[in-house]
């Protein structure tokens, strides 16, 4: 498989509405992806994923900036000479030909000998898992077996990068997830540098080396599944990978390790620094980062309790806003809705996060 690095350099896109209003979709983004690396663009709806995604492929020209497939420029080259491929939400598999010509496609327009083509096809088909699938019509297969024929038929040309633009939403759950699995495990087979776009965070946690998480056309934060859901660097990054409540604290001291924040009038010794520099601080607190216990600091009413099966949600109303606790079974029966309570953080695993959207 070919090494191929791709760069994203200060890539900005602008469209014009209807009536004429400037669009900015991307907004002066830069990153990198290495060899053989999944990343995964992630944002909510019109954060400017799928014009990201489409400028890479060539379907749209930047504004301003340059990308790179190994060190060459190719926002002037069209898409169908730089080598990338796409994989799409509607598999647009083409109805009329069986599975093993509409794999075959883009290897006989590049006019392949036969015997190859039959070799790479076969091979391929192989990979997905739908060997000897070859003279079945695309109709006769189910959604995931249409989208790993549409894997296949991008992957066969052996393109340099892979680009998926929300393949799996049409999908129904327990499919997604297998086939989340499935999508991981080929990439890695063929070793193939993938670009990957969904608005689902447990995709993204999933599938990827390197989260890109965007909001309004920029980027928030980039790195690993677990620095984006472990060290989001503002409030908004924290929120959006996944439930959390904010505790404001005022940061007393920043040692090499570790950072003493005061909240009311206790003081507590976090095993870890600020997530970025800020002027003001608030603790970021999953919901298995709280507990209820007697002698909390903080004063709050059971609204909610909501029984998970292997652990209950309880939802406290405190000075802070409401504030949601994951608790572990056994569940102590004296804590009922509408009881008075008091809720401590579990220092060990809260973050301290700028107090910043
Ligand atoms: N051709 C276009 N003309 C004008 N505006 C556009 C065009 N394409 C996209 N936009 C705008 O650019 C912004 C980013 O769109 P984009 O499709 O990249 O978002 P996205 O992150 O993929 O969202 P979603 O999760 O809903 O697919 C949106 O505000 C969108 O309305
Ligand atoms: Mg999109």
């Not at 060899?35 to 400017?48: N, R």
């Not at 994951?326 to 009881?339: C, I, R, T, Y």
Request: proline share 6%; hydrophobic share 40%; charged share 30%.
């Amino acid at each position: 498989m070919k090494q191929v690095t791709l760069k994203i350099e200060n890539i900005s896109k602008i469209f014009k509405d209807y009536k004429g209003n400037e669009v900015r979709a991307v907004d002066n983004i830069t990153f990198d992806i290495k060899p053989g690396e999944f990343v995964t663009l992630l944002g909510p709806s019109g954060c400017g994923k799928t014009t990201t995604l489409r400028m890479i492929a060539g379907f749209e020209k930047p504004t301003n900036g340059r990308i790179l497939i190994n060190d060459v420029n190719v926002v002037e080259i069209p898409p169908w000479k730089r080598d990338t491929a796409m994989v799409f939400q509607s598999y647009g598999l083409f109805p009329h030909m069986n599975v093993g010509d509409n794999v075959a496609y883009g290897l006989k327009m590049r006019k392949l000998p036969k015997e190859e083509i039959q070799r790479r096809v076969s091979e391929i088909l192989r990979i997905v898992g739908l060997e000897g699938f070859e003279n079945r019509p695309p109709s006769s297969l189910s959604g995931g077996q249409q989208q790993r024929i549409a894997l296949a038929r991008a992957l066969v040309v052996e393109p340099s990068v892979l680009l998926f633009d929300e393949p799996l939403s049409n999908l129904d759950v327990l499919l997604r997830e297998q086939m989340r699995v499935e999508i991981k495990r080929i990439q890695k087979e063929v070793g193939i540098t993938a670009v990957y776009v969904t608005h689902d965070r447990t995709e993204a946690l999933t599938l990827s080396d390197k989260i890109v998480l965007m909001k309004g056309g920029k980027i928030e934060q980039i790195g690993s599944a677990e620095d984006v859901y472990e060290r989001p660097m503002n409030r908004f990054v924290a929120e959006f990978m996944g439930k959390i409540n904010f505790v404001p604290v005022e940061v007393v001291e920043i040692l090499r390790d570790e950072t003493i924040v005061k909240l009311k009038n206790r003081t507590y010794k976090i095993p870890s620094l600020p997530t970025a520099h800020s002027d003001s601080y608030v603790l970021g607190c999953r919901p298995e980062a709280m507990r209820i216990t007697a002698d909390g600091p903080i004063d709050g009413k059971i609204k909610t309790i909501v029984y998970m099966g292997n652990f209950s949600e309880y939802y406290v109303d405190t000075e802070y806003g409401e504030i949601m606790i994951k608790v572990n079974p056994p569940f102590d029966k004296a804590l009922s809705e509408g009881k008075n309570v008091k809720v401590d953080i579990v220092s060990e695993i809260v973050k301290v996060i700028p107090d910043r959207e």
